[in-house]
């Protein structure tokens, strides 16, 4: 006689997906996110330490962050990058995180755009959807520092990407 198998599910209880041999249930989840996680969400996401869905970022208006930028000397911007790659690294899991973004940003500064612009593209990816940035976004810094017209461009549609990709998240503002 065969001993029960440890890693069943109690009587009565759905067995986690993905715990039996290939094709042996159907998902117990909606299309298009993953077990555990609210409709929307896709494969790869990293789970929150309490089993809810990923942490959500903080939409930020574009002009009010341009506008600090001015008032703050490019204070504000170093701000904004720590603040864009830490709630990234918080919702997936993946990428550089705040600590590096800022040190990169402090002393890499070139690079900033580029990287930044990339992992808000990997965060539409990560969800089957067009990337509305990506690192080559980064290309409207330059020459931009000349003419400050372009890396405005370059902020509006990251941060407007970023903005959006909260809000369908469900983050306010």
């Known amino acids: ?3 029960p198998d440890p890693f069943a599910p109690p009587p009565g209880q759905a067995a986690p997906y993905g715990s039996g041999p290939p ?3 159907a998902p117990d989840h909606a299309p298009g996110s993953a077990p555990g996680y609210a409709p929307g969400y896709a494969p790869g ?10 942490p959500v970022g903080k939409v930020r208006s ?6 600090l930028f ?4 490019g204070i504000y911007g170093w701000y904004w990058y720590f603040m864009a790659h830490d709630e990234m690294k918080r919702h997936t899991g993946t990428g ?13 500064g070139v690079a900033s755009p580029f990287l930044v612009s990339h992992e808000v593209g ?33 902020f509006v549609k990251t941060n407007g ?8 998240c469900g983050a306010q503002g």
């Open 161 to 168: 990407a970023l903005n959006e990709y909260w809000r369908s």
């Open 45 to 54: 996401y990293a789970p929150a330490p309490y089993g809810g869905p990923p």
């Open 70 to 73: 001015v008032v703050t000397f």
């Open 96 to 108: 550089l995180g705040g600590g590096i973004g800022l040190l990169l940003a402090v002393f890499v």
């Open 1 to 3: 006689m065969s001993s």
């Open 122 to 154: 990997e965060l539409y990816a990560r969800r089957g959807q067009r990337q509305p940035v990506s690192g080559a976004t980064g290309l409207w810094c330059f020459p931009g520092v000349l003419l400050l017209v372009l890396p405005i461009v370059w």
């Open 23 to 25: 094709g042996s249930r």
């Open 62 to 67: 574009t002009g009010v962050a341009v506008l």
